[in-house]
């Protein structure tokens, strides 16, 4: 039956329904935002074992959030994450790790219907509203349809000079969440489709992204996007700073759960194909409203991740080209309700979101203050078995999917610092060359300050003492009998075979040693001739090694030529003076 949410509740209500229909008329209420309704029939529908699925459980959690029964909302989420949900606790772990702190107001010129999606649009700002009353009303909600609109935002805390766009634009179906590019000459934006789809048992308008140019000062060329589809949704657009890649949320075949965040790389007029933004960020539930700030970091909303209740927005980083781990905004700018459509301006740490918390969709303003409560993690690196400090030791911080974070380097003092976030997991590494890598596992709570040392164990190779020599340059070297190659050729002689076979024993008995192979010449031909030659034959014995099964990652290969003669004897060199010149060395890198 294709119904809207609105119609379904009252049938249902004015009819005996059996138990089988109870999960029916509590997703009526739930999809309209009716959570006491919710809650009631969710309760009735697992107390009557009518249906006990994680997804009613979810549901139920949701609605019991939405009505403010936390502890009884926990005890539900419990059952669905099958883990200990302790809401409190986890508002005060997220508001100690957030690094901003923030105030907000809610704008307080909105409609009656429900505005929300405010986006920087030029120096105005452009936002989605249901305010025109003298328009179309949707079955879902029996509300108007959402249009586009521009206004300006004045120091009052208001919306002003408020003006719909175009008819091109806003059509008879639902616009919102309008983006601009820098330039100001494109703009995306969603639209709900004209028609109904059968998907599955139901007929769905699914929402598409369309971009449209600004011609004569008018919005106009509008297009749908090549990737969208009348048999899913893509909505939400966002742009990264560069214009080069166009972030959405979609419910497209292959995602982990109902809505996922996705981008595509854009190079003129051509989109590349969606990107899923993987696990770290995309659960089996929603996650929507992407955007990009000046500083790169994607904030989103999703009621798939730990929360207060509804759709909560979350931050991530882009360290190293992976995203940290998404950390909820806290329970100012969350609330019991969905949050969404978060932006900000780092210049001055002020911005916009919207919220539904009073009832209907709203706009929010927010100011932002850095939050200058620090938790530190510190300490020294030292030898394991002498307790010396190792200068020059590089630390490296990763979190609990073993992402790197930052890293640092000691000096002298062989103390290294690091800022971290309370009430989360991480790692610390230590890698020093000819030390055996160390890591410490730790978690964080509110204490402001860690203590935790990292002690690091020289690498032994005390079964080939008789072939490894430090030399006065500071290098380790394995002393092998010489290589010989015949004049002007590389190829590996069945001599030096043997000799390489034994750098390959010593490889296999010590799998964290890395060796470079270095090649040499007499000062004989040109020193441009004798740099290649020296090249050539460096590959040559890495290549015969790796042949041998040792990984390319722990050998790399140089030719000197004659840059480092061991006899210097200008052009009265001995044959003899010549073949000590020429010769492989072999220098333990690790």
């Known amino acids: 039956m294709d119904r809207s949410y609105v119609q379904a509740a009252a049938i249902y209500e004015e009819i005996d329904i059996p138990d089988s229909l109870l999960v029916n008329l509590a997703d009526a209420y739930y999809f309209n935002s009716n959570m006491a309704k919710a809650a009631e029939n969710y309760s009735k529908a697992i107390a009557s074992k009518a249906d006990t699925s994680n997804e009613v459980y979810f549901k139920y959690a949701q609605a019991l959030y939405g009505i403010d029964n936390v502890t009884k909302a926990d005890s539900m989420m419990s059952v669905y994450k099958d883990r200990n949900i302790q809401t409190p606790s986890f508002i005060n772990k997220v508001n100690l790790a957030n690094p901003f702190i923030y105030n907000l107001k809610p704008i307080t010129e909105g409609s009656q219907s429900g505005d929300f999606g405010i986006t920087y649009f030029g120096d105005q700002l452009a936002f989605s509203s249901s305010r025109n009353a003298d328009g179309s009303v949707y079955n879902w909600n029996e509300k108007p349809y959402l249009d586009l609109y521009t206004a300006t935002f004045n120091e009052n805390g208001t919306l002003e000079d408020i003006v719909p766009f175009n008819d091109e634009l806003n059509s008879k179906t639902h616009e919102s969440s309008a983006i601009l590019t820098k330039d100001g000459k494109t703009m995306y934006f969603s639209r709900t489709g004209d028609k109904r789809v059968k998907i599955g048992d139901q007929k769905i308008a699914t929402v598409r992204l369309f971009k449209a140019q600004l011609i ?347 840059s480092q003669l061991l006899v210097d004897c200008g052009e009265n060199c001995t044959e003899e003076e010549h073949s000590i010149n020429r010769r492989c060395e072999f220098i333990i890198k690790k």
């Not at 700018?333 to 209907?360: C, W």
């Not at 630390?395 to 380097?409: P, R, W």
């Not at 976030?421 to 204490?447: A, L, M």
């Open 216 to 562: 004569e000062n008018e919005w106009s060329e509008i297009e749908e996007l090549p990737f969208s589809s009348e048999f899913y949704s893509i909505q939400h657009a966002a742009l990264n700073n560069d214009n080069s890649k166009l972030y959405f949320s979609s419910d497209m075949p292959g995602g982990k759960g109902s809505f996922d965040i996705y981008y595509v790389d854009i190079a003129g007029d051509v989109y590349g194909n969606p990107i899923n933004l993987g696990p770290s960020i995309n659960t089996s539930k929603l996650e929507q409203f992407p955007y990009i700030s000046e500083s790169g970091d994607l904030y989103f909303s999703s009621n798939g991740l730990q929360g207060l209740g509804g759709l909560d927005i979350f931050v991530c980083e882009l360290n190293n080209f992976q995203w940290s781990t998404p950390l909820n905004l806290g329970n100012v700018i969350n609330s019991n309700l969905d949050d969404f459509s978060f932006i900000v301006n780092i210049e001055d740490n002020t911005g916009f979101t919207s919220s539904n918390r009073d009832g209907k969709d709203q706009l929010y303003y927010f100011t932002r203050d850095k939050n200058d409560r620090k938790l530190i993690v510190e300490g020294f690196v030292r030898d394991k078995n002498t307790k010396d400090i190792l200068p020059e030791t590089m630390v490296t911080l990763l979190d609990e999917n073993n992402k790197a974070i930052d890293s640092f380097q000691v000096g002298e003092d062989g103390r290294y610092s690091f800022r971290v976030k309370p009430y989360s997991k991480f790692k610390i590494e230590g890698y020093r060359p000819f030390y055996i890598p160390s890591s410490v596992d730790f978690e964080t709570d509110d204490s402001g300050k860690i203590e935790l040392n990292i002690e690091l164990e020289i690498e032994s190779y005390d079964d080939a003492e008789e072939l490894i020599v430090e030399k006065e340059d500071g290098y380790i070297y394995i002393e092998l009998e010489n290589i010989y190659f015949d004049l002007n050729k590389w190829d590996i002689k069945p001599n030096a075979g043997k000799t390489l076979d034994i750098l390959v024993n010593l490889m296999e008995k010590y799998p964290r040693m890395e060796v470079q192979l270095g090649a040499h010449t007499d000062n004989r031909s040109s020193y441009d001739y004798n740099m290649i030659l020296s090249d050539n034959r460096a590959k040559s014995a890495m290549n015969y090694i790796l042949s041998k099964g040792i990984p390319a990652n722990r050998l790399t290969s140089k030719g000197y030529g004659e």
